[in-house]
């Protein structure tokens, strides 16, 4: 039996689907004009009036937005609302300390808490289940996006969010979670630690968990599907467009239906920027057709996937996109938290540091580990053992505040990383998923 949130809109025909997404096209376009200076500039640019949009089929008349333009107009410069109307912003990491910061209205967050409600009811979760919630909560839109499409389901919340693995294990066990929420690795964490203390997961009443915010593999399915006893669904969403609910896996487990009443979806062409047919794997861009404070126009998400409106098994119509096949970028995600290079660089060269680095991303026993080797200068390779490790220290700490995470750093010999006559290779990614 097939559990829908909202039936009418997850089985609807395809035209009545693309007349909404062209009303919503058409009054959005309107509001970016009006209310937002950045994109009525970017539209009088290319001779534009909002008069031209009349259908979805002109989207492609519209031009690109991407993260740089939201980091030139930090913090709230492209939103569309004013202050009195917003009820809550979240922020993603930037690449020199400069954060992502997305906005809501009560609306935004009732369509976004509708769209994770959609996937919640995918993986089966009903009034009356205990959803356990280990994703972060704070400015990360992981913990709270799920929060809430508990509460809209009318399910129960438990907003334990991440890490403390003994005390997820101890709820997990004595409030009897029906439904985990939290990153694919820390899935795979939790089941490690829960056999590790002698827990049989076949005796928990866990019986699905919702995973995302990271790319993960069919086998790490398999296996978390295994270790929890569960069945594992994914979800994605990128704060930008919503957080996470913008699409979701249904129990056919091939792909994920796209909330696209909401969030327009278009595959394009990285260097050409031609939209690709279904099946073409190529950049997923979207379009917030139905949000006010921050309604982005063809946003790069510079994540690889692929369309698909092949009829789905689980009844429903929305378009499906395949599983992110990697970025487009040089973006890594961190135990969940996006980290860029450049801000790594940022930290190192602000404390006076040799420009010659490398980061070294493994994964051990499921959980990421980052290494950055920094080359000392000759001077202080020369201190003595305790200045060393001060230093180290103290480029761990900097590394902390600014991206949000711990990193492991190694300074090594003048000269000894190596050199690369092209491109410097600065990120080694031995995860292998
Ligand atoms: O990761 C939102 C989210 C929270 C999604 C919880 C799912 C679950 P950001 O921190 O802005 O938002 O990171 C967005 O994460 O562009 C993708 O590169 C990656 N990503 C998110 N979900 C998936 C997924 C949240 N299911 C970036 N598979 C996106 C692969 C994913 N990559």
Redesign the pocket.
Known sequence: MQNYFTPDIETASRDYLTAIQSARLIKMVENCYKHVPFYKQKFDEIGLLPGDIKSIADITKLPFTIKQDLRDNYPFGLFAVPKEKLVRVHA?SGTTGKQTVVGYTKHDISIWSESAARALAAAGATQGDYIHIS?GYGL???GL?LHYAAEKLGATAIPVSSGNTNRQMQILQDFGSDIICCTPSYAMYIGESLKAAGIDSAKLPLRAGIF?????SENMRKEIEKSLNIKAY??????EIA??GVAFECSEQKGMHINEDYFYPEIIDPDTLEVLPDGVFGELVFTCIGKEALPLVRYR?H?ISALTHEKCGCGRTLVKMLK?KG?CDDML?IRGV?VFPSQIEHVILSLGMEPNYQIVVDRKNNLDVMTVKIEMSDALFSDSVRVIEEQEKRIKDAMHATLGISAIIKLVEPRSLPRSEGKAVRVIDNRHI
């Open positions: 993603s994703y990360f839109t992981g996006g995302g915010a990271e790319a993960w994914d979800i994605y969403g990128l704060s957080g996470p998400t994540d992110p970025r995600i996006n």
